[in-house]
């Protein structure tokens, strides 16, 4: 079972790159999200997604993008790459399960330690 | 707006110690709530939730934690610490319709058990 699965583990960037940062389960989860972690500041959510087609801002959007064209993939765009995007960032699924009437738990990929000089 | 608070940062506790994580939401209807693991190097796995019923709940490797809806909190314990317990935690709410997903996270807590 792969899981939630991100590319790629390790990234450096020059201030003003652009790049995508692949995001992609194998669960058929309707909700997949990207946070970004930075210490003393946990897990700050950039954008959310809660089924193909439908994206939405979360904390800190700025300087991001996404798309949602299929349930399994949610890619983060950074337009033009800061310093102050450095960061380990996490993508997350999770199965919204209205049928069952409850949540459930959140799966996250193993991050994408990016660093922008 | 949602929010969660961590109040501890930084906690440093000897093997065999008790231990015990404070967390607050502000949300005033319904929550589900979330502890989550960080061991260094890997990505976040789920020590234990809450949705319903009983509010004591139980989760892996010896973890539970007490919701207490008068004091919007769900502390985090466990009677005694290992060294393997080293890692970062993060206390997690899901507020409002059970539909929407969106997990709002507190700053963590980093925990480091000395052998």
């Known amino acids: 079972n792969a899981g939630v699965t991100q590319t790629p583990k390790f990234q450096v960037l020059k201030t003003g790159q652009s790049m995508t940062l692949q995001c992609a389960q194998d669960?058929?989860?309707?909700?997949m999200s990207w946070y970004r972690q930075d210490p003393g500041m946990g897990l700050r959510l950039i954008h959310y997604s809660v089924g193909a087609g439908i994206t939405d801002q979360g904390e800190v959007p700025n300087g991001y993008n996404v798309s949602r064209s299929t349930t399994e993939d949610f890619p983060l765009r950074l337009l033009s790459a800061a310093p102050s995007q450095t960061s380990v960032y996490f993508c997350a699924s999770r199965s919204i399960a209205r049928l069952r009437g409850g949540d459930t738990e959140a799966f996250f990929g193993q991050g994408t330690r990016l660093t922008v000089v | 707006a949602q929010s969660v608070s961590q109040h501890n940062h930084h906690v440093i506790l000897s093997e065999a110690a008790s231990l015990e994580l404070g967390c607050n939401y502000s949300y005033g209807g319904t929550v589900n709530l979330f502890w989550y693991v960080q061991y260094p190097g890997q990505h976040l796995q789920l020590l234990l939730k809450?949705?319903?019923?009983?509010?004591l709940v139980k989760g892996i490797k010896g973890f539970e934690a007490e919701f207490i809806k008068s004091k919007f909190s769900f502390n985090l314990r466990k009677p005694s610490v290992q060294w393997s317990d080293t890692a970062e935690y993060f206390c997690?709410?899901?507020?409002?319709?059970?539909?929407?997903?969106?997990?709002?996270f507190g700053q963590g807590t980093t925990l480091q058990v000395k052998p």
């Open positions: 809450y949705f319903s019923g009983d509010p």
């Open positions: 997690a709410v899901n507020a409002g319709s059970s539909n929407t997903g969106k997990l709002i």
């Open positions: 669960m058929n989860h309707e909700y």
